[in-house]
């Protein structure tokens, strides 16, 4: 495997910056979501400029292919003022050439070398993976498997998007939000045991791809719901993964197994420590 340069950065970028990378990120930190494509870019040889901050923080920054901390004589005066209406509570500061390249006003927000806009995390870790694909192919190995890819992608996205509602919901759950999260659990995890039982070891084409990765780091930050076991108990609820290991091995054992070696953990880091040790597994 290749091991590439990912190279963060937190200060002020241009334009004329004489930079090698293939893109631009600029997000929350740290982000699972993030970690795909950097986990990707690392195996691939290429270079990513992350900017970003802690979540908190980020109302404080200038969302922009030139992200930058603002102080708040800047706010005061900024034009770029804007209600927040996603994940985040208050004023928000983003420019008007920012929400050209991103209609959606979210984050990660990636940035081709030229500033075209590309948005979803699934969509980056794409870009990416095309622009090392020359070093390491990690999208198929033909159109049809690249297809079969965007297929576990988008199962992703939709288990993804139900576990940020779920996750940040967690202090004051509704009956339908917790069902609408177990349903969605029990979906995609059937579909990756399933695709594993296969025996080929990986979700496509019997080689680490994208869908491994992105389903690596989306499963790891849904399994978050495991420091809020005394909530949930506190509301009448369970853990919905609390049986997983039992119920869907191959696809707990697939997601630890990757999690471990050096491509994944240079990346995660201790992420998964506490569930590991849960496991038994440390």
């Known amino acids: 495997m290749m091991s590439g340069k990912i ?5 002020t970028l ?3 910056d004489n930079s090698n990378s293939v893109l631009r990120i600029f997000s929350y930190l740290p982000n699972p979501r993030v970690w795909k494509s950097l986990i990707t870019a690392g195996l691939c040889g290429v270079e990513i400029e992350l900017l970003g901050d802690k979540p908190s923080n980020l109302p404080h920054w200038l969302w922009d292919f030139d992200a930058r901390p603002l102080s708040e004589s800047d706010k005061a005066d900024s034009p770029y003022a804007r209600q927040s209406r ?8 983003k420019t ?3 929400l050209q390249e991103h209609p959606f006003g979210t984050v990660p927000a990636g940035f081709s070398p030229s500033g075209l806009g590309i948005f979803e995390s699934n ?5 990416v993976a095309r622009a090392g694909s020359s070093n390491l192919n990690l999208y198929g190995k033909d159109d049809y498997h690249a297809s079969r890819v965007d297929s576990f992608l988008d199962a992703n996205l939709v288990f993804s998007r139900e576990a940020q509602v779920y996750l940040l919901g967690m202090n004051e759950l509704t009956l339908e939000t917790y069902n609408r999260m177990q349903a969605a659990y029990e979906f995609y995890l059937s579909g990756i045991e399933n695709c594993l039982q296969q025996g080929d070891g990986y979700l496509v084409g019997g080689e680490l791809s994208i869908a491994d990765i992105s389903y690596v780091c989306d499963f790891a930050q849904f399994l978050r719901e495991g420091h809020n076991v005394e909530s ?4 009448g609820l369970d853990l919905i993964s609390k049986n997983g290991p039992e ?3 191959l696809a707990y054992e697939h997601m630890l197994e990757l999690s471990s070696t050096e491509a994944f953990s240079s990346v995660m880091g201790t ?5 590991k040790k849960k496991l038994g597994l440390d």
């Open 86 to 93: 996603r994940g985040f509570s208050g004023e928000l500061y």
């Open 271 to 275: 992420y998964l420590n506490w569930y």
């Open 247 to 249: 119920e869907y091995p």
């Open 96 to 98: 008007d050439q920012f």
């Open 7 to 11: 190279a963060e950065r937190r200060s």
């Open 232 to 235: 949930l108990h506190n509301q």
């Open 123 to 127: 969509s980056i870790l794409r870009a």
């Open 14 to 16: 241009s334009n004329d």
